[in-house]
């Protein structure tokens, strides 16, 4: 690190692990009051989890950020650059999850006493002055911008080395050329990229190789997903990196409920990208609220019959295969026990428009949805007006009546995890170009990578995208073994608000050219902006997932 032994600030890092310990502590005291205050007869009651929406809120995020801070603290990274980040991120964590603790505190009425003592603690006041200190900080800076070495760097097993490297190889000289194109004329991601893409085999990561795909056995490999998803979103977000969400998740759903003649007939056509998928869950009345959905799905002979709604359905018009979410089940009162999942075979198109009518009979109508960015797959307003789909594509059969919400479920740790990736991409290709502009740019003839303020801001940028990286990372391998679904939304709720900030900040030091669409940093910007509502909106996945999940062990 410039100027600095190895590791100047290791002997803070167990002063740290011991704030962060005490913090966690003051975590879970307010955790289980305020699951007593949402709690009736032992059990989480929603009335009065709703009458506690904004202290929700504030736990999910504060156990998001708690949980990366112990991240990069637990360990002993490669490179002291790294290490010293994680201690930059620590301290500032601590400062704001007390923040929000505080907050918490103000509304549930918990003695703040504990919470006080931590804040105004001697040994917080020695961790942020040895770790987070403007001085530290510019040169944390100065080292980010001079380091050969991969910032936020995970341990990786050599075949995955080289698929990470292979996929950084084949973004930057296949898909970053295209992704200025793509965004600002909003083109539809051309085969150009997508025939690359399944002889590489994206489509089948999550595939078991026994149905065509790159999954060992019946296992799951995140790590893998999570190295190709960052490297094709670090190029293009909506041209490359969100490509493989959408067989992620169907493939889940047919792997949970399909019937044996669906996961053979359709994995290994999902796997080969032929079909591409999209995923039609949304409704326009009820966005993240999947248990009250509307469109329904009505017996007929032979099949059913689909009318209603579905929007924000990404990539329908090119996809051949729509996942679509119905209700088989008349009585709204059903709730999340009427759906049940469909598949639509239609044609694919290349327009912002399309239209179909199956032989037998019906239509459904797509437009594209405007957008300020996440341009090139486009996310479609549909309409179905009594389109048939035969039997066969009930996924499960009988037996999967009903079970729709599962299924669909269980393609969601996938997918959240796949949009951390994509938020760490982002991340990465932001502060690339930050650092680029501030090492070329002169401001009052210096270097605006010379100035202290500049420096701040990009040891910043980078604390916050290592430690989003590393969680990620981490957490793939509690996903992997069997584990991590809760976590899974943790990250991902914090990968994506990071990514909003530090895309702002890069965009920050553009100056006035990181406004201009010339500039591939405001593309980061507007395609950042969308990760914190897409695979489950923030405050849903927040207050329904995160903050039910936390009250609910605190319970038991």
């Known amino acids: ?193 997508l025939q690359p893409m399944r002889e590489m085999g994206v489509f089948g990561l999550a595939i078991p190789e026994a149905y065509g795909g790159h999954a060992a056995g019946a296992a799951e490999d995140t790590l893998a997903m999570l190295a190709v998803t960052e490297a094709l979103s670090e190029a293009s977000l909506a041209a490359a990196g969100s490509l493989i969400t959408r067989p992620e998740i169907l493939a889940r759903a047919l792997l949970t409920g399909g019937t044996p003649q669906q996961k053979a007939h359709w994995l290994p056509k999902i796997a080969a990208g032929d079909p591409l998928c999209a995923i039609a869950i949304t409704e326009p009345d009820y966005g993240s609220d999947v248990a009250s959905l509307s469109l329904r799905a009505t017996r007929c002979d032979g099949g059913w019959r689909l009318d209603g709604a579905k929007t924000w359905c990404t990539f329908a018009g090119k996809a051949g295969l729509l996942m679509v979410v119905a209700r088989t089940d008349p009585d709204r009162a059903a709730g999340h026990r009427g759906l049940s999942i469909l598949l639509v075979e239609k044609p694919s198109f290349e327009g912002h428009e399309f239209r179909v009518a199956p032989p037998g009979g019906g239509s459904l109508q797509g437009r594209a949805i405007p957008t300020i960015g996440y341009r090139g797959m486009h996310s479609f307003d549909l309409a179905f007006d009594g389109f048939f789909v035969p039997d066969a594509s009930l996924v499960g059969g009988e ?37 680029r502009y501030a090492q070329d740019r002169k401001v009052f003839d210096a270097p605006l990578a010379d100035y202290p303020l500049t420096q701040v801001k990009i040891a910043r940028m980078a604390a916050r995208y290592a430690a989003c990286r590393q969680l990620a990372y981490a957490v793939g391998r509690q996903v992997d073994a069997g584990g991590g679904r809760m976590e899974a939304s943790l990250v991902k709720l914090l990968a994506c608000r990071a990514a909003e900030w530090v895309t702002r900040e890069a965009l920050q030091i553009h100056g006035g050219m990181g406004y201009a669409e010339e500039t591939p940093v405001s593309r980061y910007y507007v395609d950042a902006r969308v990760l914190s509502i897409f695979e489950g909106a923030e405050e849903t996945l927040a207050l329904k997932v995160v903050a039910r999940s936390l009250l609910e062990d605190a319970l038991t």
């Open 399 to 435: 037996a999967g009546l009903g079970k729709g919400f599962y299924f669909t479920m269980a393609g969601m740790v996938g997918g959240r995890m796949q949009t951390a990736a994509r938020a760490s991409g982002v991340m990465r290709a932001a502060l690339r170009a930050a650092l």
């Open 1 to 193: 690190m410039s100027d600095l032994p190895p590791d100047p600030g290791a002997a803070d890092t167990p002063l740290a692990r011991t704030l962060l310990a005490r913090l966690r502590g003051e975590f879970d005291r307010q955790r289980r009051h305020l699951a007593a205050l949402c709690a009736a007869d032992g059990r989480l009651d929603a009335v009065r989890l709703d009458a506690q929406q904004p202290a929700c809120y504030e736990l999910a995020l504060a156990g998001a950020e708690l949980l990366a801070a112990e991240t990069v603290v637990a360990g002993t990274p490669a490179q002291a650059l790294d290490a010293a980040l994680g201690r930059a991120y620590a301290a500032e964590t601590l400062v704001s999850v007390l923040g929000r603790l505080d907050t918490i505190a103000l509304d549930t009425g918990i003695d703040p006493l504990p919470l006080q003592q931590l804040a105004a603690s001697a040994d917080l006041r020695q961790l942020r002055r040895n770790a987070a200190s403007a001085e530290l900080l510019a040169r944390l800076g100065q080292a980010v911008a001079t380091t050969e070495a991969e910032i936020g760097d995970v341990a990786l097993d050599a075949d995955l080395r080289l698929v990470q490297d292979s996929f950084r190889r084949f973004a930057a000289e296949v898909v970053a050329p295209l992704a200025e194109t793509i965004h600002r004329q909003d083109l539809t991601v051309p085969e150009s990229l």
